[in-house]
T-cell receptor, first 113, second 115 residues
Framework: DSGVTQTPKHLITATGQRVTLRCSPR?????VYWYQQSLDQGLQFLIQ???????AKGNILERFSAQQFPDLHSELNLSSLELGDSALYFC????????????FGPGTRLTVL | GDSVTQMEGPVTLSEEAFLTINCTYT??????LFWYVQYPGEGLQLLLK?????DKGSNKGFEATYRKETTSFHLEKGSVQVSDSAVYFC??????????????FGQGTILTVHP
């Protein structure tokens, strides 16, 4: 158990809908990262927050957004969902934003029908 | 930009065989290098890491040495077990510029070990 929790574990929804994925980092970790894992794209970095502020953006679509709250948990919002958004979404956390190893949650499997 | 290339998979071995999974990288700065493992239905677990040239990371019988001259970080294990069957990801994080520690992953290598 990495200490990073993600909910829900599975999510099935329809095209055009909006969903929210939640992540709670390890106690004491200030950085939260979101990654998408799909068969065709592999593991892709989406976005990073550090102590409530957006720190880095990767291949995140404009339909996707995220935030980190004062209690350090983070939410990833996916809207106007398309079939191609079906993937595993991982959250990871680390103590600092540079070099430190990242601890991954179990992931949320999103299926868009 | 940064990139990681892993050997083509999948890899199928018999128990107690020697394992090598090749990994090479491209980075503009001075990356830290990692191997993560993903067991079926689970998230990624850090297997080992190396933060500077010539460092050797090791854990659970797995080893990898940071080779700056060949930009490589190959994963090795002398005697694999059935329980090592998983997907292995090579990754780097490069704090240069604005990357702020995000991980760049290779495509993953599926390892299956038969009894």
């Amino acid at each position: 158990d990495s200490g990073v929790t993600q909910t829900p574990k599975h999510l099935i929804t329809a095209t055009g809908q909006r969903v929210t994925l939640r992540c709670s980092p390890r106690s004491g970790d200030l950085s939260v990262y979101w990654y998408q894992q799909s068969l065709d794209q592999g593991l892709q970095f989406l976005i990073q927050y550090y102590n409530g502020e957006e720190r880095a953006k990767g291949n995140i679509l404009e339909r996707f957004s995220a935030q980190q709250f004062p209690d350090l948990h983070s939410e990833l919002n996916l809207s106007s969902l398309e079939l191609g958004d079906s993937a595993l979404y991982f959250c990871a956390s680390s103590v600092e934003s540079l070099y430190n190893e990242q601890f991954f949650g179990p992931g949320t499997r999103l299926t868009v029908l | 930009g940064d990139s990681v290339t892993q050997m083509e998979g999948p890899v199928t071995l018999s128990e107690e065989a020697f394992l090598t999974i090749n990994c090479t990288y491209t980075a503009t700065g001075y990356p830290s290098l990692f191997w993560y493992v993903q067991y079926p239905g689970e998230g990624l677990q850090l297997l080992l890491k190396a933060t500077k040239a010539d460092d050797k990371g090791s854990n659970k019988g797995f080893e990898a040495t940071y080779r700056k001259e060949t930009t490589s970080f190959h994963l090795e294990k002398g005697s694999v077990q059935v329980s090592d069957s998983a997907v292995y990801f090579c990754a780097l994080t490069d704090a240069g510029g604005t990357s702020y520690g995000k991980l760049t992953f290779g495509q993953g290598t599926i390892l299956t070990v038969h009894p």
